[in-house]
C-alpha cells in the first residue's frame, strides 16, 4: 500500500461510480475480481483498472487465497470506513477514518485481553 491518499485524491476516486461500487461490495466481504466484475456489472477489464488503483491509494486490502485445488487468486476488501467533511472559518476540515489491519486488530484484541 502506498500513503494514504490526499483528500483531492480521495475525492476524484470516489467520483467515480465503478469505484464506488467496488468499495461498496467489499465493505462487508472481500471479493475476487470475477466476483465483482459478476456482483457490480462491469467487464473484467474495468474491475482490473480500478482495483489497481483503490489498492494503490490504500482503499482496498489484496489479500491472496489459495482454493482446496491449489488455485490462487486475489481476494479484495474495502478499507475506506468514514469520510467526514467539515467546512469552518479557515477552510474544510477532512476527516478519513481507514478499517484497522487484521493484523492490527488481532494484537490490539490480545492487548485488551492481557489488561484485563
Known amino acids: 500500500m502506498t500513503a494514504e491518499p490526499s483528500p483531492p485524491d480521495l475525492f476524484a ?27 457490480c456489472g462491469m467487464s473484467r477489464p474495468t474491475v482490473s483498472r ?3 488503483a483503490l489498492v494503490e491509494q490504500g482503499l482496498l ?19 475506506l470506513e468514514r469520510v ?10 477532512v476527516q478519513i477514518d481507514w478499517r484497522p489491519d487484521p493484523a492490527d486488530r488481532l494484537t ?7 489488561s484485563d
Do not use: C
Open 50 to 52: 480500478r482495483v489497481n
Open 13 to 39: 476516486t470516489l467520483d467515480d461510480d465503478y469505484a464506488r461500487d467496488i468499495l461498496v461490495a467489499t465493505k462487508t466481504t472481500r471479493l475476487s475480481a470475477k466476483e465483482l466484475s459478476e456482483k
Open 108 to 114: 490490539s484484541i490480545f492487548q485488551d485481553m492481557r
Open 84 to 93: 467526514e467533511v467539515l467546512l469552518r472559518a479557515e477552510g474544510f476540515d
Open 61 to 79: 486490502e489484496e489479500y491472496t487465497h489459495v482454493d482446496p485445488g491449489g488455485r490462487h487468486y486475489r481476494e479484495y476488501e474495502a478499507r
